[in-house]
């Protein structure tokens, strides 16, 4: 068993014609039903842990599907689970906060404030002032160009400028906790290119790999955008993308470590486009055949030409797990999810 002792779930009450939730102790996982979010509950699962809370908003799309083979004890609307966060209906234990609007061309300022930013100071405020672990979702869109690097300390926070209001909603959070002290409480993590199963809802937010996936089936060839930087030639833009079993062991991690902080989560290796959908060809066993197109003028000036996660710091607070190699993470992603048509937990 992990993190947390079980007790009685539910009472039938001898007054009231409905179950009262009794305290029962919980990890809640925001954004449980997305992407990164259904992986965590899924690994949680992998370590004999399904006391677990469910928050989520599931609206229109298929995510609904992530959460069709995992085990939790209960899932609740986000607006819903907001409202009655102080009511004591469970008894958290620790949150992992992986719900946002995690859109790059996403153009309503005020819903990112809200969602991404309003929303998770909710959420931290009441973890720290009821002494319980947060860990939330910050980006790595936060560091803007990379002019500054990609060094996850929390000295240089004010001083980043992220290209796209998701990244500035992620780094307002970032800024609001170090200035009300809480950064030595909670921990915030950066994550980098993270790809695998369970994105195939995220429509043009989908990573690279399942995107040039669906290309290669249909037509034998990938399409890259061609650098408008004449320090990078065509397909020779550069990365971190990290397999998101990796990502999500990274930040289950936090769970039994009392580290704080923000800390990055990639692979600490930049690999170019060419070298991931080569990847995605040879697990296919197919030639590679790539057609270069025109960056978009509405990406241009917000695009990154250069990303690698410094591990140190996490290093340092003790995470000592092995990562997948690109060509690694992208042979499984393919082979045993891709190819069948599979989610995680079948």
Request: glycine share 8%.
């Amino acid at each position: 068993m992990l993190f947390v002792k079980r007790t009685n779930i539910i009472k039938l009450s001898p007054l009231k014609n409905y179950l009262i939730y009794r305290h029962y102790i919980v990890i809640v996982v925001t954004g449980g039903a997305g992407f990164i979010g259904s992986a965590i509950v899924w690994r949680l699962n992998s370590l004999g842990e399904n006391n677990i809370l469910v928050v989520d908003e599931l609206g229109h799309d298929e995510k609904w599907k992530n959460l069709v083979p995992l085990q939790f004890k209960d899932f609740i609307n986000k607006h819903e689970f907001i409202e009655k966060l102080g009511s004591h209906i469970y008894k958290i234990d620790s949150v992992i906060h992986m719900g946002a609007n995690s859109s790059t061309t996403e153009k309503d300022a005020d819903h990112l404030l809200k969602n991404n930013y309003e929303y998770t100071k909710t959420l931290a405020q009441y973890c720290t002032q009821n002494n319980k672990r947060f860990i939330y979702a910050s980006s790595a869109a936060t560091y803007g160009d990379g002019s500054l690097g990609f060094d996850d300390d929390e000295k240089g926070l004010d001083d980043l400028r992220p290209l796209n209001m998701y990244g500035y909603s992620k780094s307002l959070f970032d800024s609001w906790a170090a200035e009300n002290g809480l950064l030595n409480l909670i921990v915030g993590i950066k994550y980098f290119n993270v790809f695998g199963p369970n994105e195939y809802h995220k429509g043009d937010m989908r990573s690279v790999v399942h995107k040039a996936f669906e290309q290669i089936k249909k037509t034998g060839q990938v399409k890259l955008f061609k650098s408008a930087n004449s320090s990078y030639r065509h397909g020779e833009q550069m990365r971190d993308f990290v397999y998101v079993k990796d990502a999500v062991d990274m930040t289950i991690f936090f769970l039994k470590n009392s580290a704080a902080g923000i800390f990055n989560v990639g692979s600490g290796k930049a690999r170019t486009w060419i070298d991931l959908v080569t990847a995605i060809f040879k697990a296919l066993d197919l030639p590679v055949n790539i057609e270069y197109i025109d960056l978009p003028l509405h990406l241009a000036e917000k695009y990154q030409y250069y990303t690698q996660a410094s591990l140190d710091k996490i290093k340092k607070a003790g995470y000592s797990g092995s990562l997948a190699s690109l060509e690694e993470g992208v042979t499984d992603y393919v082979k045993n999810y891709l190819l069948k048509d599979k989610y995680l937990g079948y």
